[in-house]
């Protein structure tokens, strides 16, 4: 394996422990085949984003407003027709 954060495509089949090292320390690795780089590995993050409102948006654009018939209704009817 190369020494600037760069392995091949054989390494990632039979080195991948020393991989999975570098990468748990935060390196972001280059995958290369026939020394041209076709991938790039990175560590994932920690952080996960955050889930929007969907709720609270549809009650900015909606208010308290009720549709008729709900989704549930829709799915379910176009269910039965096949």
Not at 11 to 24: A, Q, S, T, V, W
Not at 36 to 58: C, H, N, Q, T, Y
């Amino acid at each position: 394996m190369y020494h600037m954060k760069r392995a091949t495509l054989r390494d990632l089949r039979y080195n991948f422990p020393k991989i999975e090292r570098m990468l748990r320390a935060g390196n972001e690795i280059q995958i290369t085949k026939r020394n041209k780089v076709i991938a790039r590995l990175s560590p994932e993050s920690e952080k996960r984003p955050e889930m929007p409102d969907f709720l609270g948006r549809m009650r900015e654009m909606f208010g308290d407003k009720v549709f008729e018939p709900t989704n549930a209704e829709l799915i379910a009817e176009d269910r039965e027709r096949f």
